[in-house]
């Protein structure tokens, strides 16, 4: 018997097993990928955090470098997988949980590969990304364009010469509609189509040219619709002042 068992090694997993070390309990980390880094692996090429550095550190484990910068993704997935191994606990990596019954005071956790744990603790951070939501829009089932959520989305080039049309307005919205809208790349049309009045604190940060790797002065145009039927084209923006309707 494991004293605990936590499925899933993204940051909440790490950051679980950190926790239970800390209070004399050793868990075994069950994770479905070959390496302990989250979801973040499968994230878009472009990928830049939102939050400094020092804010993505987990307790003990301090993320490198520079503490104020952004990291990327793959920064991000090192950092887990560095943390991952600092810890005194056992990692089982390719282990997707298949199920987790209760039997009496124990749980019983079965694995893809047949392995078989008990424990009277499971923690669960298998996080949302494996199961992407995507609103049943009216009229989506009869649209011939291609439809694809944020999480299938990995780099601009097989839009070349489209429009675009980006539903939502939060980090990953916003960080795909300026890449989408840069010069240079073909996709020059892209639209943000705001589900909401106000894009959210990160994303207008990041439009307002807060974000250091994402100057919006260099988007050539990049329409924005919000349900109070603001519309700009903002032709081109000048840094710091990115489409103001939208602040
Ligand atoms: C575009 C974008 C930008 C972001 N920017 C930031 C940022 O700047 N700062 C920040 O703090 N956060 C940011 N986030 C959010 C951050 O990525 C997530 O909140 C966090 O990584 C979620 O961690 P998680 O462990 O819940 O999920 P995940 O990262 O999805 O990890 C879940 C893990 O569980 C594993 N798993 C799933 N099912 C099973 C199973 N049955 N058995 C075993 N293992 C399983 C998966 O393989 C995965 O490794 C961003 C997210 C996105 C999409």
Redesign the pocket.
Known sequence: MEPVIV???????VAAAAALLREGLRPVV????PHP????PR?YDS?V???PAH??ALPGLPFPGEPHRYPTRDEAADYLRTSAARLDCEFRTG???TSVNQEGGEYRVLTEGGSELTAPMVVA??????RPHCPDLPGLAAYTGRVLH?AEYRSPAPFAGRRVVVVGAG??AV?IAVELARPGVPAHDALGHHARRRPGRPARRAEAGEHPTEPPHDVPALGLRTSAGTRRRCAPPTARTWCPACR
Not at 7 to 13: D, F, M, T, W
Not at 37 to 40: L, Q
Request: proline content about 3%; overall charge negative; hydrophobic content about 40%.
């Open positions: 499925i899933g090694a993204g940051q909440p997993g069950l994770e479905a990928d880094t989250g979801s973040w994230y990928l955090l939102f939050t804010f993505n282990h997707r949980v951070a298998t996080g949302s990304f494996a944020a980090n990953s960080q």
